[in-house]
């Protein structure tokens, strides 16, 4: 055998090794096994040769391919042994550096955590400061996380105690929340929620996993916004793999560790929805006032040792937990007539329905007309909105008679979703009691835009008493609605129930009732149902439907118990408006006077005074620093001469936007005036109409970077002058009696 490979017994040491080589005699192995044996690790190959030494020593003769073959499985054997033995500690390192990482995550979001709450109760502690100076005695520290790591507590986020409070945990760029099925959350202030998983409903509309983010507002005006997760169709899918399919979904916005902790709290039916802090121009625009710097925290930041890591982290998003009695309570009237007009809606088995809410000041018209439209949203894609109440408008400025098309759900009070209407025209005040005939014609005139495609919800004034409730009869005669919703509460009963009879009997402002014939015998001429239609008279309508609601909310129905008045609304209404005259990319916004105006030739529109006489030298003073109605009336604007151009009526016409003239330059025959509309909607404009709605004081009194005396406010101007205040003049006409 030339070709061999010897394998010496291993020894002690270098010299037994080679004293046993010389020895004993050589192993021998073919090379056909030597090529296999090439392939073995080092230690293989050192355990083949000590199993070749004990076989030899046992007289078995190796230079037999076989044997030799029988020995290599042996030693191959050996081999796969080894490598289980590598791969096995090779797992246990990987799970080691894996704990050691997630032990660095959890310390790195501890320490993150306690800078937040040592950050937000310096913020919560400096408000109080500021605002209250017995701060120091209130601002009593709180037990921060450090004593709850000293604890050896759980490392979990501190969540809400109680078994039916949803499973908050700080995420990457907001707060997720985990809800079980009919947990709720109520809040206030500002944020942006996504929901991640499952459905929820917030004031009536229903947002389903993947749908878009949304806006909500929850400020101190309104009843607070509730976040409840409702049921869903369960998935055909097991616990584990609804659990890896939530995992995938949150951890881009979660740490390994908070994600692990919703995974073990999570359960068939829960919903989870992401909340993240909201920033627009609008609303830093209306924050910046003094007067509405609390809309949405409130007027006082108290700090107490109740407060947790929790609640403070809540604030950094951008909200704050409040009690459910402060969200929407619906009464179990308000709920049935919710179901019968979305079924009425829904079936239209007699075309559209018109829906009517009326009723007095502060009862909850406004209120229920949004949950309204939110419920309607869920079935149908769009709901028409005629808003006749000049006051307390919805998606306009106030002083205006608008008709909408809603087709996404409404979270916020009027100053949040100022938005473009489809008709629109401007009346001029919040009040209709001086020029009722011209209120009518303007609620016709809009009216008539409505394409009966979608249901209409009409809004009314709360001025039902007096002419007010004949007005609102002649509201009802004009645009016949299928339903009426008439709201009433303890301390308000005194409107009469708008049944079918009561409204066709009863005589209007400007309509003739149906009298009852008496007696048999009278005269045909004197026993008919109506008037002579040029006297004013309107065809009965083919009847409608009451709905009565009882409000239960606190204050239901007066007017002098809400903390928030109309004025007040009005003004925040004006602010919302132009708010979207601030660029998108503004940070921070710019005031009034640092917006570049429009330059409007004298010679291309007319100027109207529409809510008083002035003298037609007196009118360029009324106009200057005046909120107007950019508008468009069929008429050419005809210059006869170098000066403004005057209307010397009030005419029926749309309404395009609005805006402020901040200054009137004589020189140049311009009126410079700011507004959100672009240069090819103002091409459109020929008519500026000046009203009784005022800019908010705050616009003038709060004018950042100004030196000396401000602009258009003076303390100096005496009443006392003949002419210095407006001419209230009476257009209401004289009702005539139908008796």
């Known amino acids: 055998m030339a070709d061999v490979m010897v394998y010496g017994k291993e020894g002690a040491s270098r010299l037994g090794w080679t004293r046993l080589r010389r020895a004993r005699s ?13 392939s073995l690790a080092v230690g293989s190959q050192r355990r083949l040769r000590l199993r070749l030494q004990q076989a030899e020593a046992a007289g078995v003769a190796w230079l037999d391919e076989q044997g030799a073959a029988e020995a290599l499985v042996v030693g191959a054997d050996w081999s796969a042994r080894e490598k289980k033995a590598r791969k096995k500690k090779a797992r246990r390192r990987e799970r080691a550096e894996r704990e050691r990482r997630e032990r660095e995550e959890q310390r790195l979001e501890r320490e993150r955590g306690e800078r937040e709450w040592r950050q937000l109760r310096q913020l919560c502690t400096k408000r109080v400061r500021d605002g209250d100076g017995d701060a120091e005695e209130r601002a009593t520290p709180a037990p921060g996380p450090e004593a709850a790591v000293e604890a050896d507590g759980p490392e979990e986020p501190p969540r809400a105690p109680g078994l039916g409070e949803p499973f908050l945990v700080r995420a990457k760029a907001g707060l997720l929340m985990l809800l079980s099925h009919s947990q709720s959350l109520t809040f ?41 997760a409702i049921s869903y169709v369960m998935p055909e899918k097991t616990l584990k793999d609804m659990k890896l399919e939530v995992r995938s979904l949150i951890k881009d916005h979660l740490s390994s560790a908070n994600a692990l902790l919703v995974i073990k709290q999570f359960s068939p039916m829960c919903s989870i929805v992401l909340l993240e802090s909201l920033e627009t121009p609008a609303t830093d625009f209306i924050l910046s006032y003094p007067a509405f710097s609390h809309l949405f925290s409130g007027k006082k930041q108290e700090v107490s040792s109740s407060f947790n890591l929790e609640q403070l982290t809540m604030s950094s998003v951008g909200i704050k937990k409040c009690e459910e009695e402060r969200g929407l309570h619906l009464s179990e009237s308000s709920i049935s007539a919710i179901e019968e007009l979305i079924t009425a809606c829904c079936e239209e088995i007699d075309g559209c329905p018109i829906i009517m809410a009326c009723g007095p000041k502060c009862i909850g018209k406004s209120t229920f007309n949004r949950y309204l439209i939110n419920q309607l949203l869920n079935s149908i894609p769009c709901v028409d909105f005629l808003d006749c109440d000049l006051g307390q408008t919805e998606f306009t400025p106030p002083g205006c008679v608008s ?110 009732g149906k009298t009852k014939v008496k007696n048999r015998h009278l005269d045909c001429n004197e026993s008919e149902s109506s008037g002579d239609p040029d006297e004013g008279s309107q065809p009965p309508s083919p009847g409608h439907k009451l709905l009565l609601v009882q409000s239960e909310f606190p204050g239901a129905g007066v007017a002098q118990l809400t903390q928030w008045h109309s004025p007040v609304l009005r003004d925040m209404a004006l602010l919302g408006y132009l708010a979207l ?102 091409r ?12 908010p004081h705050c616009i003038f009194k709060s004018q950042p970077k100004i030196e000396g005396e401000i602009p258009y406010v003076t303390s100096e101007y005496n009443f006392s002058i003949w002419g210095a205040g407006k001419l209230r003049v009476r257009k209401l006409l004289q009702r005539r009696e139908y008796l």
Not at 409 to 418: D, E, S, Y
């Open 403 to 512: 008709l909408s098309n809603v087709t996404e759900p409404i979270f916020g009070p009027p100053f949040t979703h100022q938005r473009k209407t489809r008709k629109m025209v401007f009346y001029g005040d919040s009040s209709c009691e001086d020029d009722c005939k011209k209120y009518t014609e303007i609620v016709k005139y809009v009216f008539s835009a409505y394409q009966r495609e979608a249901p209409l919800i009409i809004n009314t004034m709360g001025w039902v008493k007096g002419d007010g409730l004949l007005l609102l009869i002649d509201l009802i005669r004009m645009l016949a609605p299928t339903h009426i919703v008439q709201f009433s509460s303890e301390q308000c009963q005194d409107m009469p129930l708008l049944t079918p009879e009561y409204t066709t009997g009863m005589a209007g402002l400007q309509t003739k």
């Open 581 to 682: 005259l601030q660029p998108p990319e503004a940070k921070p916004f710019l005031p009034l006077h640092h917006l570049v105006p429009f330059q409007i030739p004298f010679s291309s529109v007319a100027l109207r005074v529409i809510h008083t006489d002035v003298a037609p030298a007196h009118t360029m003073y009324t106009v200057n620093a005046s909120w107007i109605g950019l508008c468009r009336i069929l008429d050419n604007v005809k210059q006869k001469t170098d000066g403004p151009v005057f209307l010397t009526d009030n005419p029926v016409c749309d309404c395009v936007g609005f805006g402020i003239i901040r200054g009137i330059s004589m020189v140049k025959k311009v009126y410079y005036v700011l507004t959100p509309l672009s240069h090819e909607k103002l």
């Open 26 to 38: 050589p192993l021998g192995v073919g090379r056909r096994a030597r090529r296999r044996a090439r």
């Open 684 to 695: 459109h404009v020929n008519c500026l109409m000046i009203g009784n709605i005022s800019i």
């Open 188 to 228: 206030t202030g500002k944020c942006r929620m996504t929901c991640l998983y499952g459905r929820v409903q917030v004031f009536g509309f229903i947002i389903n996993q993947g749908q878009p983010a949304y806006d909500l507002y929850s400020p101190h005006t309104n009843c607070a916004l509730n976040i409840e």
